[in-house]
């Protein structure tokens, strides 16, 4: 055996040195002890790593004179100097770690950086051999623990990771070229910037007037209405408060308890009177008549009544009451809590007893006789005087001018009357019948002589006859003098005790001293006559005082006495306004005190009822508010008041009439102040909005109140009275901006534009400010819809004032020569105005987007809706101007272009940048504008696609054209990879992606669906072919600029892997294929891991997609070479290579998709592949499988048709040929002899079935056989795999071989018989005719036939092919 090893390593190290042939060698073992590491001379093999580490201990090298394999002793040695492929340099900064296996022969002769090897699977050890580049397990042990190997090994396939985290393109490098055209696009896109920023400032400026006092009425043209009163009035007005101060009525109580000096110190003050003069007046004051003051009684209800029903119906009573005034003291009653009044008046605490009682005596109480009447008053010095004149009349004030003792005088005076004293001294109420809780609410008024010492008596009785108290009360008339009022009060007492049948219920005594001014509505517990009486129950009763002046009547107009009101609140009013401290809205409207008590003191004299106050009061402060601005909350609250009361009380016509003149005057005044409400009411301004809002609320309060519709009943509904306000409001605005901004006098284009900016800018502020303060306000307090009401105004007039003006600009643009702009850069003066036209398109598209606060009926009649049509020249001029400045711009970038690089970027340069930045200017610009109309913007999108493609494509050929001049192509030099190929394909990918978003960022799906919409299906495909056609031929041409580029890359690498598979395919079937691929895997990842650091993703999977294309061409080069006979082995380890590659290449999902990397090269390779990996007999089925395959799919007729039938019938196979039609002329005379072969196939299925033949039928193209041929066969063999019938179609000829007319193939699995299990078949004429297109080979190349070509040594697979080659077809 020492013998046969020695001679083939001699023989093989031989044939290996001279490189004479491909064939496997193997290497042998080096017999000299050089370098051996187990000291016995011999060297241990060379074996991969478990970790896939390397060592780096060991370098070998191939001897020059024997080619043998020696094992250099340098351990830290690198690969120097050898031919073979080049050396890859990696770029500066690149670490490639060490391979976990030592280089052997064939890698050191790659001269490549070790990238990471491949580790095999655990388990698996190929039997070692001589010559192997494995090592020991030792050696593989010694590589796994050292430290520095394992710190700079790196996992295999890290050409195709990339961290998620990379930028990839720093997109803010640029080279500055926007400066060198001004920054043309960049300053279209920041006009949206520019435009927020000059709203912004409006706004701050609007916000900065909020802290300044608004502006006075008068300043914004409304005149204050004065309210003047005469001197002669105030004269006699401060006579009359004197007056009333000295003649106070009631008891002082809460907020009225204030002495007379003040009262008349404040009045002095208020009236502007001087000491002299006030000593004049309060001189003639005095000297007046004091008044007659008037009890007014309101007997409400009674509850709780003793029942004394005489008739046997016990439980109920008819109650009456009777009531009057007697002289004398009595102790006031014990009040129960004070409830409301009928009227809905407020309570009123019960005042104190007066301290005139308390001093009458030790009794705090005299209670009255048994006849209900106290003794007689011992008052003998009281003088008479004339009663019965009412004061309150203002023009009799200063008539009143009485001498001597009156008030003193006038009991005695009554007593000594002689005539009949009037029944209404005393009175009586209605009989209340059946009840124990009656409710009278009936009203009395009672003249008083002395209210310190007169009370007010009232009993309760119970009526059970016609002869009662009740019809006594009816002849006071006869009652003689006041001595007979009482005497008369007692004889009814005693009346009642002697049998009388109306009993008594109780009794109350009302002091009247203790009745305070503001008067009394209190619960009074009823009184018994004598402590033997016992009486249960109270009653309600409402007691108030008031005067009258002593004219004989006390019922008279009080027109004076409301009138003498208003003008004291009016006057009092100014006092206080003109001496506060605060501005005058800011005072809170309450008057002092002392000037409440005067008021109080003069109404409760005149007797004003609670609705007078109450209009007087509004009088008074509305028409104050005509003269100064007040706090409308104050007019707010005197509306609320005066509306409640108008439900209970009624007016005469005269007060009406009064009242719906202050109405009127107010409602005039507020709409004057609506008309200004953006000078009057500032929205940040919290007092002018306070006022505003409740002047709003007044306003929306007297529409609903009864009140003003009774007064005003032809006056127009309020809210329209708003409505309109607000219009000519706003137009007198609008107008009085527009003439500020002086665009109707000057005829300078951009100060014109500039103007109307600064119009839309202050209209936009106002339309905020009224959407986010005003509109509330309005909508809330009176419906009116203040921001639909000013918008609409507002575009009226913007469309009738700025559309035309705006339209002439534009046009005037339009008209512009684009011939300077062609040859410069730069833009020329006259198109800057192009600038701010569009910041006013963006104004006013600002303007219209607030349309959306509108209802939805009055969003789509909106005159400026189509404002975009006003500015249809300019967008198109500055399309024309922007084509140019685009391919300019690129220009100039060009030329200041630089390379960028870093740690986290792919190589690359500005210019790209720039372009793609300039682009996105131009789409930024265009999504500014979102052209409404979808339509009309087709236009526009179509030539915002040519700009950028026009700029894509010349920017595509500058980069190409610079590359081509650097000498890229003529390079013939092995790969290594350049910055000027990775910039260019990386710029050209960055372009391109750019543009592959293009159609989504301008929307031009929706633009066309919009068209197509509108124009119908007429002409579609034309819109849409035209803008695509364009936008898909830019990045087409980019495409093919880039894979131009790319394609190179693997045409260099091409030599290499066709040295690398050359190894790979001749290796010695010892060496598995995972090591023998190793060189070629280690040469890709070198390179590989380089290109993806370098490139774009995209540009790097073009370029791995080119690599892969490269390999298995190589890769079936060396399959199909016929360099020398190959081993058993070839065709399996190529096979398993090309897996291999697969899962390189695929990299984890991380490489090429599966998708990509079964291409058609691929699978025509596998394929090829399968087919030298298969048997002669099996490839030769597999042919004719196809070729049954190709039968059913083929449908073309152009070689003829074959009618034949088969069945299969008891065992036997029968098959009829009937006919051919349209067979090819293959004879001089333009026929055929056409007869047919028939063959079962395979052979090794129906190996005892010989073919056969039909008979030759001369001189025809269409041949009638009508045969019938039988094979003996069994069903299992026409159901075997790939079963079918062949009929090969010829021409028989006589002195030179037969031709071939055509072939048709009939699968045996269908044939009756066969297919349903039937073996009989009874009437097999009417079994259905099969048509058979004849066919011919056309695949030339056919991969089964070229692979069994190959095969020169089976006789079966060459009488194959040339069988078949006679069936190719020559077409």
Not at 254 to 269: M, R
Not at 452 to 472: N, P, T, Y
């Amino acid at each position: 055996m020492s013998f046969f090893n020695s001679l083939q390593q001699y023989v093989t190290s031989s044939v290996a040195n001279l490189n004479l042939s491909p064939k496997r060698f193997s290497l042998s073992r080096d017999s000299s002890g050089e370098g051996s590491t187990d000291g016995t001379g011999s060297h241990p093999p060379l074996t991969p790593g478990p970790t896939g580490s390397s060592s780096g201990t060991v370098t070998s090298g191939r001897s020059a004179s024997a080619g043998n394999v020696i094992v250099s002793p340098a351990a830290h040695t690198g690969p120097s100097g050898l031919h073979g492929f080049p050396k890859v340099v990696p770029p500066p900064g690149t670490v490639t770690p060490p391979h976990s296996r030592s280089l052997s022969t064939r890698r050191r002769t790659l001269e490549c950086p070790p990238p990471p090897g491949l580790v095999l699977p655990p388990g698996t050890s190929p039997p070692r051999r001589l010559g192997s580049f494995r090592k020991t397990s030792q050696q593989q042990q010694q590589q796994a623990t050292t430290p520095v190997s394992a710190a700079m090994s790196r996992q295999p396939l890290m050409f195709c990771r990339r961290r998620q985290s990379w930028p990839e393109i720093d997109q803010q490098a640029t080279s500055g070229v926007q400066e060198t055209d001004g920054s043309f696009f960049e300053s279209f896109t920041a006009l949206s910037w520019k435009r927020e920023n000059r709203r912004l400032m409006a706004m701050q400026e609007v916000e900065g007037r909020a802290e300044d006092p608004p502006p006075s009425e008068l300043s914004v043209g409304i005149k204050p209405v004065e309210c003047r009163i005469h001197k002669k009035e105030i004269e006699q007005l401060y006579v009359e408060v004197l007056y009333t101060i000295t003649n106070k009525v009631g008891a002082s109580t809460g907020q009225y308890s204030h002495y007379k000096e003040d009262l008349y110190c404040y009045a002095q003050e208020a009236f502007g009177i001087p000491a002299d003069l006030h000593r004049k007046f309060m001189a003639i004051a005095s000297e007046e008549k004091p008044p007659i003051v008037v009890l007014n009684v309101i007997v409400l209800e009674a509850e709780g009544l003793e029942a004394k029903d005489p008739n046997g119906k016990p439980g109920f009573s008819d109650p009456y009451c009777m009531l009057g005034i007697q002289p004398g003291t009595v102790a006031s009653p014990s009040p129960q809590a004070p409830s409301s009044s009928a009227s809905g008046g407020p309570q009123r605490e019960t005042p104190p007893g007066s301290p005139r009682n308390a001093a009458a005596g030790s009794g705090s109480a005299r209670a009255m006789s048994d006849s209900g009447v106290e003794p007689e008053s011992g008052n003998k010095h009281d003088s008479p005087h004339e009663k019965l004149r009412k004061h309150h009349s203002f023009r009799l004030s200063f008539k009143r001018k009485e001498h001597g003792s009156y008030r003193g005088d006038r009991r005695e005076h009554r007593d000594s009357l002689s005539a009949a004293v009037p029944a209404k001294f005393i009175r009586a109420t209605t009989v209340k019948p059946q009840t124990l809780n009656p409710r009278w609410n009936e009203k009395f008024r009672f003249d008083i002589d002395d209210v310190a010492s007169d009370i007010l008596h009232l009993d309760i009785w119970d009526h059970d006859d016609e002869s009662s108290v009740f019809d006594a009360v009816s002849k006071l008339n006869e009652v003689r003098g006041v001595k007979g009022l009482g005497r008369f009060f007692k004889q009814i007492a005693q009346s009642a005790r002697s049998g009388s049948q109306d009993d008594f219920l109780g009794c109350v005594n009302v002091p009247l001293q203790d009745i305070p001014s503001t008067g009394l509505d209190c619960w009074y517990q009823l009184e018994a006559r004598t402590q033997r009486s016992n009486v249960q129950g109270r009653i309600r009763l409402k007691l108030w005082l008031s005067t009258r002046e002593d004219r004989g009547n006390s019922e008279e107009d009080n027109w004076s006495e409301i009138r003498q009101q208003e003008r004291l609140h009016t006057i009092f009013i100014s006092y206080e306004v003109d001496h506060a401290s605060s501005p005058s809205w800011e005072w809170s409207g309450e008057l002092p005190h002392v000037a409440l008590t005067i008021l109080h003191q003069h109404a409760i004299q005149g007797d004003v009822t609670e609705l007078q106050l109450a209009m007087v009061r509004w009088i008074a402060y509305s028409k104050k508010a005509l003269e100064l601005p007040l706090d409308y909350r104050i007019l707010f609250r005197l509306l609320q008041e005066l509306d409640q009361q108008w439900n209970t009380l009624t007016l005469t016509k005269e007060e009406e009439e009064y009242l719906a003149e202050s109405f009127n005057m107010f409602l005039d005044h507020s709409l004057q102040l609506l008309r200004k409400h953006r000078q009057l009411f500032l929205p940040h301004n919290r007092v002018a909005m306070c006022r505003l809002e409740y002047l709003l609320r007044c306003l929306g309060l007297m529409s609903t109140m009864k009140a003003f519709w009774k007064c005003c009943p032809f006056n127009k509904e309020i809210r329209g009275e708003i409505i309109m306000a607000l219009k000519k409001g706003t137009l007198e605005w609008y107008e009085e901006i527009h003439s500020g901004q002086h665009l109707s006098v000057s005829r300078n284009c951009d100060v014109v534009i500039q103007g109307l900016i600064h119009l839309i800018t202050l209209l936009l502020v106002d339309l905020q400010k009224g959407l986010d303060y005003y509109n509330t306000l309005f909508e809330t307090t009176n419906g009116v819809p203040y921001f639909s009401v000013i918008y609409k105004q507002l575009e009226k007039m913007i469309d009738g004032d700025i559309g035309p003006q705006v339209t002439a600009l534009c046009i005037q643009m339009q008209s512009m020569d684009l011939g300077a702009m062609v040859e410069d850069v730069t833009l020329p003066q006259e198109a800057e105005v192009a600038t701010p036209i569009f910041e006013l398109y963006l104004a006013m598209q600002e303007m219209v987007s607030f349309r959306e606060h509108l209802p939805v009926p009055d969003q789509k009649a909106l005159a400026i809706n189509l404002y975009y049509e006003w500015f249809e020249p300019a967008v198109d001029r500055w399309l024309d101007v922007a084509k140019f400045k685009a391919v300019h711009r690129i220009h100039k970038a060009a030329e200041l272009n630089r390379v960028c690089t870093g740690d986290l970027i792919v190589k690359h340069s500005t210019l790209a940048v720039d372009a793609t930045a300039c682009f996105h200017q131009i789409k930024e610009f265009w999504r500014q504008l979102a052209w409404p109309d979808l339509v009309g913007s087709y236009n526009f999108v179509l030539k915002i696609i040519d700009c950028i493609t026009s700029a894509a494509v010349y920017y595509a050929d500058l980069t190409h054209q610079k590359l081509q001049d650097s000498g890229y192509y003529e390079d013939t030099a092995p790969f290594k990879i350049s910055d000027e190929m990775c910039v260019t394909v990386n710029d050209l990918e960055y372009v391109r992606r750019s543009l592959s978003v293009l159609g989504a960022e301008l929307h031009v799906e929706t633009v066309l669906e919009a068209v197509e919409a509108a124009i119908g299906d007429a002409g579609r495909q034309q819109w849409r072919q035209a803008l695509y056609a364009m936008l898909e031929g830019a990045i087409n041409q980019l495409e093919a600029r880039a894979l131009q580029v790319i394609n190179k890359v693997a045409a260099k690498m091409r030599p290499a892997l066709k040295k690398a598979m050359f190894h790979l395919a001749w290796s010695p079937d010892s060496l598995p294929t995972p090591d023998a691929i190793s060189p070629l895997l280690e040469y890709l990842d070198a390179h590989l891991v380089n290109l993806n650091a370098a490139l774009l993703p995209r540009n790097f999977e073009r370029v791995l997609a080119d690599v892969w294309d490269v390999s298995l061409l190589e890769l079936g080069q060396q399959m199909d070479g016929n360099a020398g006979e190959k081993m058993s082995m070839f065709y399996e380890r190529l096979y398993e290579a090309l897996e291999i590659l697969v899962d390189f290449f695929h990299a984890d999902q991380k490489g090429l998709s599966m998708e990509s990397l079964k291409t058609v090269t691929y699978w025509s390779v596998e394929q090829r592949l399968q087919y030298h990996k298969t048997d002669t007999e099996h490839l030769i089925s597999l042919y004719y499988q196809q070729r049954l395959q190709d039968q059913l799919s083929t449908e073309v007729t152009e070689y003829g048709v074959l009618s034949v039938r088969a069945y299969f019938n008891h065992d036997s196979l029968c098959v009829e040929v009937l006919n051919a039609r349209d067979v090819i002329p293959l004879d001089p005379n333009g026929f055929s002899d056409p007869f047919v072969i028939i063959e079962l196939l395979p052979r090794k299925v129906f190996p005892h079935c010989s073919e056969q033949r039909t008979n030759v039928q001369k001189k025809t193209l269409n041949p009638m056989f009508d045969e019938c041929f039988e094979f003996s066969v069994t069903s299992e063999q026409c159901k075997s795999d790939g079963a079918m019938i062949l009929f090969t179609v010829m021409d028989h000829d006589v002195l030179t071989a037969n031709d071939f007319a055509g072939e048709a193939f009939l699968s045996l699995h269908n044939i009756p018989g066969v297919d349903d299990n039937n073996t009989s078949i009874d009437n097999f004429h009417g079994l259905k005719t099969v048509d058979l297109c004849l066919m011919h080979q056309k695949n030339r190349n056919h991969p089964i036939l070229q692979t069994l070509e190959t095969r020169t040594g089976d006789k079966m697979a060459q009488d194959f092919v040339k069988k078949q080659k006679l069936r190719i077809s020559n077409s």
